[in-house]
């Protein structure tokens, strides 16, 4: 669900866009390698745009990939190919580093940057990063004042197990559902019910 800048939420049709995450270690070196690791992923993966992680040391990267015509959403807060070095899988933006946040949002948006993802970071932060920028903003775990919501589909649909993020609202249940399946079609071969006479030419 999106909503414009300073509007309701709206469920209008639009398209989808792929945005293509690049892995670890493929953009962190330089803004070349950043540069070919992009193209790959528009010619050869069929991406419409890019999506890295990190901070102003991706001002380069970025300013690179727009400046070749190659849409660049940028992702601040918490970000996952950096764990270890923010400590853990930790809320970031709180104190004195929600205005970090602010300011490196507002850069990469003059870096040209179409989109920023916000992960992890205290509601109020979201919410300034969101009317600091005119660009739209994505939550993940950020509260409910970014101009769109977005949710790992496995977490949303149930598919994992363990401790979830608090931020994860699963909507349905398929990890059970596809256990039930599993052992139930396990059960039969073994009794040498299934297949049965109606599966068999």
Known sequence: ?????GSAPCARRVRGVVIADLPFGSYQ???EQCFHTAVRFMKEGG???VKLEGGVE???QVEKLVQSGIPVMAHIGFTPQMEHQLGGYRVQGRGEDAQRLIDTAKAFETAGAFAVLIEMVPGEVGRAIT?????????IGAGNQCD??????QDMAGLRSG??????????????VLH???????????AGTFPGPEHTF
């Open 1 to 5: 669900m999106m909503r414009g800048k």
């Open 58 to 60: 991706m001002l380069p």
């Open 29 to 31: 070196a330089s803004a």
């Open 163 to 176: 401790r979830l993020p608090r931020f994860v609202k699963q909507y349905a249940d398929l990890r059970s």
């Open 47 to 49: 991406a419409h745009a």
């Open 180 to 190: 039930t399946a599993a052992r139930d079609f396990a059960l039969e071969v073994g």
């Open 131 to 139: 009317e600091a920028i005119s660009i739209p903003t994505v939550g």
């Open 148 to 153: 769109a919501q977005v949710l790992v589909w």
